[in-house]
């Protein structure tokens, strides 16, 4: 009888397992879902934030400095760094995004619950 309590037990072990990770991949689906829809709007909003900066700010701003220090690379140099520092900021926003979509408070979730089933 001791042979079949064993099997039982490991058998029952490894039932706990691929529910677990089942559980794991049905959780993290539905995550993935939910960080999609924000995670393609930020790259479409980037596409259209990048083009009407490009296209309006620059002209705008490249002639007002270029009035103000009658230098055409002083005025395009000045242009230029604030465009970058746009790209920066959209870049940052995105990376946070994608960071989010990394499911590591599932996984945390998850070994948590398994090790308090090995405790009891």
């Known amino acids: 009888m001791n042979v079949l309590e064993e099997l039982d037990g490991i058998v ?3 039932l ?8 794991l991949i049905r959780l993290e689906s539905k995550l993935a879902g939910l960080s999609v829809y924000p995670l393609l709007l930020n790259i479409c909003l980037l596409l259209i934030v990048l083009m ?3 296209a ?9 400095f270029f009035l103000i220090c009658h230098n055409v690379l ?7 760094l604030l465009n970058l520092a ?7 926003y995105l990376s946070s995004n994608l960071r989010q979509m990394s499911f590591e408070k599932t996984r945390q979730y ?3 619950r398994e090790g308090g089933k090995d405790d009891q």
Not at 16 to 23: C, D, E, H, N, S
Not at 56 to 64: A, C, F, I, N, V
Not at 74 to 80: K, L
């Open 12 to 14: 029952a072990g490894k």
């Open 16 to 23: 706990a397992v691929l529910k677990t990770f089942i559980a």
């Open 52 to 54: 009407t900066v490009w």
């Open 56 to 64: 309006t700010g620059t002209l705008l701003l490249g002639y007002s």
């Open 74 to 80: 002083i005025a395009i140099g000045i242009v230029f």
């Open 86 to 92: 746009v790209v920066f900021g959209l870049f940052k």
């Open 110 to 112: 998850l070994l948590q």
